[in-house]
């Protein structure tokens, strides 16, 4: 049974910093791209960022390049999504995904979701 489990989500005021985790169990790990999404009240689930199976390459949003960075830890089996700088407008609950063959920003492609951690900005 595969199982992602995200946590390091909480409060923290605008231009502070958050590390989220998500620890992965039930595959192999490095057989799987993952993914960072978010998704606000109202909204969409929107992409975050990308990383590959062996962290050569990551990809972001424009909304967070510069601030956010992804990394991952075949060791641990886990993934983090580093967000510093960060603003009101990034509270969301945030969720990782894992996929084998994945269209980094699609959601659709990603076979499975952990159950998501909330991130509030404070302004």
């Known amino acids: 049974q595969v199982q992602l489990v995200e946590s390091g989500g909480g409060l923290v005021q605008a231009g502070g910093s958050l590390r989220l985790s998500c620890a992965a169990s039930?595959?192999?790990?490095?057989?799987?791209?993952m993914g960072w999404f978010r998704q606000a009240p109202g909204k969409e689930r929107e992409f975050v960022g990308y990383?590959?199976?062996?962290?050569?390459?990551?990809y972001y949003a424009d909304s967070v390049k510069g601030r956010f960075t992804i990394s991952r830890d075949n060791a641990k089996n886990t993934v983090y999504l580093q967000m510093n700088s960060l603003k009101p407008e990034d509270t969301a609950v945030y969720y990782c995904?894992?996929?084998?063959?994945?269209?980094?920003?699609?959601?659709?492609?990603?076979?499975?979701w952990g159950q998501g951690t909330q991130v509030t900005v404070s302004s």
């Open positions: 995904a894992a996929g084998i063959w994945v269209s980094r920003t699609a959601a659709n492609s990603y076979n499975y």
């Open positions: 039930g595959l192999t790990f490095t057989n799987y791209r």
């Open positions: 990383i590959s199976w062996n962290g050569a390459t990551s």
